[in-house]
């Protein structure tokens, strides 16, 4: 407590978790900085798994531009990206999984995290985002943007209103 009564703690406190007079706090004793890093995985990792969701849900029917090929899905090259894209998902799901589960056991224990296991986490975060970037990035380049953009719209209302046609019969 302060002068004033009030709790307080110092920033390194906050960052590190190391609360003065926290009794019981066993089990949520994170830290700041090292779980916020963590679950920011999240967040790319769901975005990158909705992309996923939805180029596999328009890819049933959809040709390949200016080509023979009536059916994205039956070409060889769309197969690898699709399944590339899944399993640098799935990797940075899984150096989540092994991060959380290192704060949770360190929590639980009562214990701060050392500090190699910190740049652990900020590094494996950093990493985990990354595959999901490239993941997005795979999708997009192997069915153009349409296909996990849902501002397709937009881009046709600006295609008239700068003086271009359509591109479509279907307005």
């Known amino acids: ?19 003065p007079r926290r009794h019981g706090a066993t089990g949520r004793n994170y830290g700041l900085l090292s779980p916020v890093m963590a679950e920011c995985a999240a967040v790319f990792i769901g975005i990158a798994r909705g992309a996923y969701e939805l180029f596999l849900d328009r890819l049933p029917g959809r040709g ?70 490239e993941a997005v990035e795979i999708l997009h380049n192997a069915g153009g943007g349409s296909v996990i953009r ?6 046709l209302q600006g295609r008239v209103l700068v003086g271009l046609e359509p591109g479509t019969v279907f307005l």
């Open 150 to 155: 849902r501002d397709v719209h937009l881009e």
């Open 1 to 19: 407590m302060n002068d004033c009564g009030w709790r307080s703690s110092s920033a390194a406190h906050r960052r590190d978790g190391a609360q």
């Open 64 to 133: 390949i531009t200016h080509t023979d090929w009536t059916d994205q899905k039956r070409h060889p090259l769309t197969r690898i990206q699709i399944a590339t894209a899944r399993n640098k998902i799935d990797a940075a799901e899984a150096l989540s999984t092994r991060r959380l589960t290192l704060l949770q056991e360190r929590a639980d224990a009562g214990e701060q995290s050392t500090d190699d296991e910190k740049a652990m986490v900020r590094g494996q975060t950093g990493f985990a985002a990354q595959l999901a970037k």
